[in-house]
């Protein structure tokens, strides 16, 4: 069962323009909305995140779009750079029954390709 | 320089030969935690510990075991690996009450 679905698998921007990337999740009990960015032979870094109370997180040219009602965030990359090419994992967390995991629930990537 | 450190970070073995892959984090972090990394899966938690001599499975535990006698390390642990644990696998750490993991640079497992 997928927790965390994640579209598209791939794609491909031309430089200066805006890549987005969607996730949709399923458990209402998620309170932590991250973003992660990995370069090839590099772990997860990350990127940006985001909590359910606000609907909006600017830093830099990356933003988060939330929607709770909907179970949906989104990642928009502004003024995309060939630089930004790697993949990008959304992912969820929320703590669990037993107040001790804070395991994140990763969506399956999106590889973005940025063109110069 | 606060970090997350994995060795080794490439492994080639056989089938039935236990291995230890180390984890290590200097930023006094009460939890880590051990994900593989699958193509079209995403990253699957393995184990996860909230401190020493405290852990509990992930989503796929099978086939793996973990130790945390020390707050700074915690290795993975597999007895007898079998080429279905052949994976990407990255350690990550983080502090009491955040939820932003940290992640090591990975360790590339094969198993034949």
């Known amino acids: 069962q997928q927790q965390v679905k994640q579209s598209p698998q791939s794609l491909i921007v031309q430089k200066g323009g805006i890549s987005i990337i969607n996730c949709a999740y399923e458990?209402?009990?998620?309170?932590?909305f991250p973003w992660y960015q990995q370069f090839p032979g590099k772990g997860p870094a990350l990127l940006i995140a985001?909590?359910?109370?606000?609907s909006e997180k600017k830093e830099g040219r990356f933003t988060i779009s939330f929607n709770k009602s909907a179970k949906q965030f989104s990642l928009h990359i502004m003024d995309s750079q060939p630089g930004d090419s790697a993949t990008y994992f959304c992912?969820?967390?929320?703590?669990?029954?037993?107040?001790?995991?804070?395991?994140?629930?990763f969506g399956k990537g999106t590889l973005l390709t940025v063109n110069p | 320089e606060a970090q997350v450190t994995q060795n080794p970070r490439y492994l080639i073995t056989v089938t039935g030969k236990k291995l230890t892959v180390t984890c290590s984090q200097n930023?006094?972090?009460?939890?880590m935690s051990w994900y593989r990394q699958d193509p079209g899966l995403g990253l699957r938690q393995i184990y996860y510990?909230?401190?020493?001599?405290?852990?509990d499975k992930g989503d796929v535990p099978e086939g793996y075991k973990v130790s945390r006698k020390e707050k700074r390390n915690f290795p993975l642990i597999l007895e007898s690996p079998s080429p279905n644990q052949t994976s990407l696998y990255f350690c990550?750490?983080?502090?009491?009450?955040?939820?932003?993991?940290?992640f090591g640079p990975g360790t590339r497992l094969t198993v034949t």
């Open positions: 992912a969820a967390s929320g703590m669990d029954s037993g107040g001790s995991n804070y395991k994140l629930t």
């Open positions: 458990n209402t009990a998620f309170d932590y």
């Open positions: 985001i909590r359910p109370d606000v």
């Open positions: 930023m006094n972090h009460e939890y």
């Open positions: 510990s909230m401190n020493v001599e405290v852990t």
């Open positions: 990550a750490s983080a502090g009491t009450g955040t939820y932003e993991q940290y």
